[in-house]
């Protein structure tokens, strides 16, 4: 019964229910499924494998190739003693991936466009102005005043940055972090994700992140997870749904080869850009107040530029900084031809975030390639730079599974779209993923912690023998915003 049919039959269904989506959250709900006693469900995957926004590739030329992440690649946030343990650490020690401790704020190198500047004044007082920004919206929550963009928390606490340097090194605290920049970010939710990911005093794991490099992909950790419970007639690989069919009495799902699989629920685990972006038809449309709740969160795109040289010429630390005079222009430079990590690899990468990113992705290669390499000369005036032997950079943004890279939190979006963007519609449809988790949205663990969270109440509605399932409101209404 798990093989996918056509059928116009919905009294006769496939399954019980539709994973639509096997990235993190995709196979934790699964396994939580199975570990509830419910093994009548089957996970639909447009990729030919499991994992989602932890991709990996192999890059750089036949004679000296490595696997790079183009997606997730830290552990963000580990353990202190006996407290909250990150659940993505937990995999990647019990699946033996290979990670590398790094200390993301020790001293940087700095640049600019005539080569090596030291501007690390600049940069420390950026990281105390991020401290300060993140501790500033603390007391805003608990006197219930509105939320504000991260630059009106900026200009608060006194932090204007004026130049170059300054903007580059808040580019570092911040849009490296939340993949757009502090106007577009809102104040208090980048402070509790901060808070709640890296901040034990605040509940969070740990300030320490783990940086992958094992071979086999930092995704190996959620498929070999996969393998220890998923049966093949689980998962159906290369399938790419077009249409979502619901009512309240299921679910029924088309592929655009025409397959059509129907069950009494179904999990949707897209990501918000794919929602945002009619990538998948919901038959009917989906209600208002369920619409509104998608379009008003923010899909950031995280790019991650790859060269390969025949030699390093550059920095012997992991990271530096190039300030240019335009805001985010190739800014954050990381070498991964270092002890510990991939030596003599030859291989560097250089990271764009937002608006930035968009504009990249559509360019061709051969133009970002030149720019990049343009600025890579102007930081070693005094090195005869060679051209790269391998370049790639993925289109995160422009690709129609996911339509950026993870979620950000506008200051227009309320805690009531945040519970809308996650109820369940005609208790039928459940939504999660990344997007869904208030306190990790953006992060493998918020995806894991959804992909359980959401999972379990699935259960108990499915033990119920039905129910409304997670709440919404109908409007999300502001009290007090205009004196009328
Ligand atoms: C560049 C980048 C860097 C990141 N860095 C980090 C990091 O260092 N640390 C961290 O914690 N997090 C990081 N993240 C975020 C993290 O990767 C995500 O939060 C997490 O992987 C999301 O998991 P998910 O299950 O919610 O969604 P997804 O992984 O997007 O899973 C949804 C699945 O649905 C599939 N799908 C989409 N459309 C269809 C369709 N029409 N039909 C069938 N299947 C479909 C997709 O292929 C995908 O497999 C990064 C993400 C990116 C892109």
Known sequence: RSTPRKSDDWTEKDQKILILGGGVAGVIAARTLHDHGHDNFVIIEARGELGGRMMSRTFGTAENKYTIELGANWVQGTQVGNGPKNPILALAEKHKVKTIFVRIMSTVPTYDHTGFIDYLDVFNSAVDNYTSLTVAAGPRVIKRQVDTTSRTGYSLIGSKPKNRYAQVSEYYQFDWEYAQTPEQTSWIASSWAENFTFVPDAGGFSEDNLFAIDQRGFKALIQDEAKEFLKPDQLVLNQTIKDIAYSASGVKVTTTDGTE??????????????????????NPPLPDWKQEAIQSMTMATYTKIFLQFPRNFWFHTQFALYADSERGRYPVWQGLDIEGFFPESGILFVTVTGDYSERIEALPDSQVQSEVMGVLRSMFPNVTVPDPEAFYFPRWFTNPLYRGSYSNWPASFYSDHHENLRATVDQRLWF????????WFGFLHGAYYEGVDVAKAMVKCIQAGGCVGLAHVNEVTNGRPYKI
């Open 261 to 282: 699989m129907s069950a009494d629920y179904a999990l949707c685990t897209f990501s918000v850009g794919v929602l945002q972006n009619d990538d998948v038809v919901f």
């Open 432 to 439: 999660a993923g990344e997007a869904t988790s208030m306190k």
